[in-house]
C-alpha cells in the first residue's frame, strides 16, 4: 500500500451554468473509482438547467445561487463564496461556469481552482473558440486545464488534449469532438491534483514536485 491509498477522497466543490457533462464525467470517475474526490456539492448559477438534475440524481446537493439576484459581480461572488465554504472543499472545479470571477474570488480559492476551456491554450481565450479555429484555418485545436488566476482563461495550462480539424468539420462537430476529450482530460488532472501530485507556486505548476516545463498532453 502506498501513502497515495492511505489518502482520503478530496472534498470537491463543482460550479456549473448549464448541461454538466463534464460534471457527470466526474461523478462517474467518482463512481468507478478511479477519481480519490467526494463532491460534496454542485452550485449553479442559472435555474433549471440539466446539470443540476445530474447532480441530484447522484444524491449531491445542487445549489442554485442566481447572479440576478445580486446587485453586481462582486455581491454575486461573496455570496457565492460563503455558500460554498460551508463545504469546506479542499477543490474547486470551475466546469461550463459561464461567469467571469472578482479577483477577491479567484484570490480567495488561489491555488485550489480548476477551470477547462475548449482551445489549445494560450491560443483562443474568451467565447466561440471553435468557430475561431475554423475561420482561421487550423488543422488542430482541442481543450486545455488550467488553473485559475485572475487573468481570464491566462491561468498557468496543467494539460491538454488535441483533436484533428477535418474539412467537413463546423463548429458543432467540432465542439462533439473536443468534448469527448474533455470527458477524458478533466477527470484525469483532477486525479493527479487529488493525489496530491499538482502544485501552484506564485504562478508555475510543479507536478510530482518538479516544474511542469510544457503543459502535459493527455489523449
Ligand atoms: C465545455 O465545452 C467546456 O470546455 C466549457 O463549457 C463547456 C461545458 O460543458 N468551458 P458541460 O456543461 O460540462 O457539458
Request: aromatic fraction near 6%.
Given at each position: 500500500?502506498?501513502?497515495?491509498?492511505?489518502?482520503?477522497?478530496?472534498?470537491?466543490?463543482?460550479?456549473?451554468?448549464?448541461?454538466?457533462?463534464?460534471?457527470?464525467?466526474?461523478?462517474?470517475?467518482?463512481?468507478?473509482?478511479?477519481?480519490?474526490?467526494?463532491?460534496?456539492?454542485?452550485?449553479?448559477?442559472?435555474?433549471d438547467?440539466?446539470?443540476?438534475?445530474?447532480?441530484?440524481?447522484?444524491?449531491?446537493?445542487?445549489?442554485?445561487?442566481?447572479?440576478?439576484?445580486?446587485?453586481?459581480?462582486?455581491?454575486?461572488?461573496?455570496?457565492?463564496?460563503?455558500?460554498?465554504?460551508?463545504?469546506?472543499?479542499?477543490?474547486?472545479?470551475?466546469?461550463?461556469?459561464?461567469?467571469?470571477?472578482?479577483?477577491?474570488?479567484?484570490?480567495?480559492?488561489?491555488?485550489?481552482?480548476?477551470?477547462?476551456?475548449?482551445?489549445?491554450?494560450?491560443?483562443?481565450?474568451?467565447?466561440?473558440?471553435h468557430?475561431?479555429?475554423?475561420?482561421?484555418?487550423?488543422?488542430?485545436?482541442?481543450?486545455?486545464?488550467h488553473?485559475?488566476?485572475?487573468?481570464?482563461?491566462?491561468?498557468p495550462?496543467?494539460?491538454?488534449?488535441?483533436?484533428?480539424i477535418?474539412?467537413?468539420?463546423?463548429?458543432?462537430?467540432?465542439?462533439?469532438?473536443?468534448?469527448?476529450?474533455?470527458?477524458?482530460?478533466?477527470?484525469?488532472?483532477?486525479?493527479?491534483?487529488?493525489?496530491?501530485?499538482?502544485?501552484?507556486?506564485?504562478?508555475?505548476?510543479?507536478?510530482?514536485?518538479?516544474?511542469?516545463?510544457?503543459?502535459?498532453?493527455?489523449?
Open positions: 500500500m502506498t501513502r497515495n491509498d492511505l489518502r482520503p477522497p478530496l472534498p470537491v466543490v463543482v460550479l456549473i451554468s448549464g448541461n454538466g457533462s463534464n460534471l457527470q464525467a466526474m461523478i462517474d470517475g467518482m463512481r468507478s473509482g478511479d477519481l480519490p474526490i467526494e463532491i460534496r456539492a454542485v452550485f449553479c448559477n442559472r435555474p438547467v440539466y446539470g443540476l438534475e445530474r447532480a441530484r440524481q447522484a444524491g449531491i446537493p445542487a445549489i442554485v445561487v442566481d447572479h440576478k439576484a445580486y446587485p453586481d459581480r462582486r455581491a454575486f461572488d461573496e455570496a457565492l463564496a460563503a455558500r460554498i465554504d460551508e463545504f469546506e472543499p479542499g477543490l474547486i472545479v470551475l466546469a461550463g461556469f459561464m461567469r467571469i470571477l472578482t479577483p477577491e474570488f479567484v484570490g480567495h480559492y488561489a491555488g485550489r481552482m480548476l477551470n477547462i476551456h475548449p482551445s489549445l491554450l494560450p491560443e483562443f481565450t474568451g467565447l466561440n473558440t468557430q475561431r479555429a475554423l475561420d482561421v484555418g487550423r488543422k488542430e485545436h482541442g481543450v486545455s486545464v488553473f485559475v488566476t485572475a487573468d481570464l482563461d491566462g491561468g495550462v496543467i494539460a491538454r488534449s488535441r483533436v484533428e477535418t474539412s467537413d468539420d463546423d463548429a458543432d462537430s467540432l465542439a462533439r469532438k473536443v468534448q469527448i476529450k474533455e470527458h477524458r482530460l478533466y477527470p484525469a488532472v483532477v486525479a493527479m491534483y487529488a493525489k496530491g501530485r499538482l502544485e501552484l507556486r506564485r504562478s508555475s505548476v510543479f507536478l510530482d514536485g518538479d516544474p511542469l516545463v510544457k503543459p502535459v498532453d493527455i489523449e
